[in-house]
């Protein structure tokens, strides 16, 4: 029998724990530096100490009734069983227009769309498609944390190009010194998770000069499309006719129905790399949540039903911003993505993750530390602060930073 001491309902206590099972195999890992994510820390950690929690993203106000109503009425007309292996192919016709409307680009329904359980699922399905051991990936840190566990896994390499606070510019130069024959992918994500920033059209075009005429295979991590503010762009790389002829597009509807319990995405691609991807994809899941893609078909054919994104998460991070006035933090309005990221100047000289433990456990605010997207750790000190949550919950987190020394 373990004992031990935890928390239940803020209060500390004696705890007798059950025994766990002596495993009798030790598994070499093919993970072996890798820990649990830092979203699952932070959030076990702000539920502990009932801190608000603005680290691991995600909506905090409830998600239209009409399209809750509409997974229960493709229950009731009996959508229960499975879809077929791409997805229900209304939905696919619905994103096909959708991607043609917004970036001029033609995906055929049939053969380069897919249904994915949400962008992971299909960044990691991409990637276990199209990379083999020795490959070469280019990576941009900051990354999000789910690229880099996937090419190791399929035995590539990663190349990593590093961008830093508070711009987060890509070298282009380095990119250029860092394709070698062996490169077979980059991945990169516009509007930035967790930088907050979105690629330039020069920075598409750069990118489409430099793979022009090789075999490299780009992944667009493009989750927040639709979250892009002060009037500017998103740069999909479906704008660019020759990047993407070799680009994988990942979406999640995680991100723009406000579901991302959900875990329901998509991929499109040229049909070559999508032939590839569902060989992959019908054996690592087959196909994905049968009465959520009728939802999402039947609420997503009137468009309004996302448009309005960018001006709602601007008034959300204007109103946090304007809310904080404390001089240790310095920042950068965020560009895209539902992140916000402030810089500490303050007098306690922590890594960044011990500060935000300490901000959760002392002032009762969570947030994400930069340092662990960064494969050395670089640490300057930067925070990313989620601002999809109520107007109440962004006021009184303000509160709470403002209060920090
Ligand atoms: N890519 C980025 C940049 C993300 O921020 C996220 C989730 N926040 C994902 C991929 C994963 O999306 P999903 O929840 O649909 O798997
Ligand atoms: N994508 C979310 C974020 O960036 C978290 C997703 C997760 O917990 N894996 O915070």
Same mark, same amino acid.
């Given at each position: 029998?373990?004992?031990?001491? &935890?928390?239940?309902?803020?209060?500390?206590?004696?705890? *007798?724990?059950?025994?766990?099972?002596?495993?009798?195999?030790?598994?070499?890992?093919? *993970?072996? =530096?890798?820990?649990?994510?830092?979203?699952? /820390?932070?959030?076990?950690?702000?539920?502990?100490?009932?801190?608000?929690?603005?680290?691991? &993203?995600?909506?905090? !106000?409830?998600?239209? +009734?009409? %399209?809750?109503?509409?997974?229960?009425?493709?229950?009731?007309?009996?959508?229960?069983?499975?879809?077929?292996? +791409?997805? /229900?192919? #209304?939905? =696919?016709?619905?994103?096909?227009?959708? %991607?043609?409307?917004?970036?001029?680009?033609?995906?055929?329904?049939?053969?380069?769309?897919?249904?994915?359980? &949400?962008?992971?699922?299909?960044?990691?399905?991409?990637?276990?498609?199209?990379?083999?051991?020795?490959?070469?990936?280019?990576?941009?840190? +900051?990354?999000?944390?789910?690229?880099?566990?996937?090419?190791?896994?399929?035995?590539?390499?990663?190349?990593?190009?590093?961008?830093?606070?508070?711009?987060?510019?890509?070298?282009?130069?380095?990119?250029?010194?860092?394709?070698?024959?062996?490169?077979?992918?980059?991945? !990169?994500?516009?509007?930035?998770?967790?930088?907050?920033?979105?690629?330039?059209?020069?920075?598409?075009?750069?990118?489409?000069?430099?793979?022009? $005429?090789?075999?490299?295979?780009? /992944? #667009?991590?493009?989750?927040?499309?639709? /979250?892009?503010?002060?009037?500017?762009?998103?740069?999909?790389?479906?704008?660019?006719?020759?990047?993407?002829?070799?680009?994988?597009?990942?979406?999640?509807?995680?991100?723009?129905?406000?579901?991302?319990?959900?875990?329901?995405?998509?991929?499109?691609?040229?049909?070559?790399?999508?032939?590839?991807?569902?060989?992959?994809?019908?054996?690592?899941?087959?196909?994905?949540?049968?009465?959520?893609?009728?939802?999402?078909?039947?609420?997503?054919?009137? +468009? $309004?039903?996302? =448009? &309005?994104?960018?001006?709602?998460?601007?008034?959300?991070?204007?109103? !946090?911003?304007?809310?904080?006035?404390?001089?240790?933090? #310095?920042?950068?309005?965020?560009?895209?993505?539902?992140?916000?990221?402030?810089?500490?100047?303050?007098?306690?000289?922590?890594?960044?993750?011990? *500060?935000?433990?300490?901000?959760?456990?002392?002032?009762?605010?969570?947030?994400?530390?930069?340092?662990?997207?960064?494969?050395?750790?670089?640490?300057?000190?930067?925070?990313?602060?989620?601002?999809?949550?109520?107007?109440?919950?962004?006021?009184?987190?303000?509160?709470?930073?403002?209060?920090?020394?």
């Amino acid at each position: 029998m373990r004992t031990g001491y &935890g928390q239940v309902g803020g209060k500390i206590v004696f705890l *007798l724990l059950l025994p766990c099972m002596n495993s009798s195999v030790i598994p070499s890992s093919r *993970l072996p =530096r890798t820990g649990t994510t830092i979203f699952t /820390i932070m959030s076990q950690l702000a539920a502990e100490h009932g801190a608000i929690n603005l680290g691991q &993203g995600f909506p905090g !106000f409830p998600v239209d +009734p009409a %399209l809750t109503e509409r997974v229960k009425e493709a229950m009731d007309q009996g959508h229960n069983q499975y879809a077929p292996m +791409p997805g /229900i192919l #209304s939905l =696919r016709e619905l994103l096909s227009a959708k %991607l043609r409307n917004s970036y001029g680009q033609v995906y055929d329904p049939t053969s380069e769309i897919t249904i994915t359980a &949400g962008a992971t699922q299909a960044i990691f399905t991409a990637i276990t498609a199209l990379i083999k051991p020795g490959d070469e990936v280019i990576l941009f840190a +900051p990354a999000y944390d789910c690229y880099a566990p996937a090419v190791e896994l399929n035995g590539g390499m990663v190349k990593w190009i590093t961008m830093s606070y508070p711009d987060y510019r890509v070298q282009w130069d380095d990119v250029k010194a860092a394709i070698s024959p062996r490169t077979k992918m980059i991945v !990169f994500n516009t509007p930035h998770n967790p930088a907050g920033t979105i690629w330039s059209e020069s920075d598409v075009l750069q990118l489409q000069d430099l793979t022009r $005429d090789t075999e490299i295979i780009v /992944i #667009s991590d493009e989750v927040y499309e639709h /979250i892009v503010f002060d009037g500017m762009q998103h740069m999909s790389c479906a704008r660019f006719p020759e990047l993407a002829s070799r680009s994988v597009l990942v979406y999640s509807f995680g991100k723009t129905l406000h579901v991302t319990g959900w875990k329901m995405g998509y991929v499109a691609a040229p049909e070559a790399l999508m032939k590839e991807f569902r060989k992959v994809h019908q054996y690592n899941v087959f196909s994905v949540n049968t009465p959520a893609q009728y939802a999402i078909e039947s609420y997503m054919r009137n +468009p $309004d039903t996302y =448009r &309005g994104l960018a001006d709602f998460f601007q008034r959300k991070r204007d109103l !946090f911003l304007s809310r904080i006035t404390n001089p240790v933090f #310095s920042f950068v309005p965020s560009a895209g993505s539902y992140f916000q990221l402030l810089q500490y100047k303050g007098a306690d000289h922590l890594p960044d993750v011990e *500060l935000a433990k300490k901000w959760t456990v002392s002032y009762g605010i969570t947030s994400i530390p930069l340092s662990v997207f960064y494969p050395d750790g670089l640490d300057e000190s930067v925070l990313r602060f989620c601002f999809a949550k109520d107007d109440d919950l962004l006021i009184a987190a303000a509160d709470a930073l403002n209060k920090i020394s």
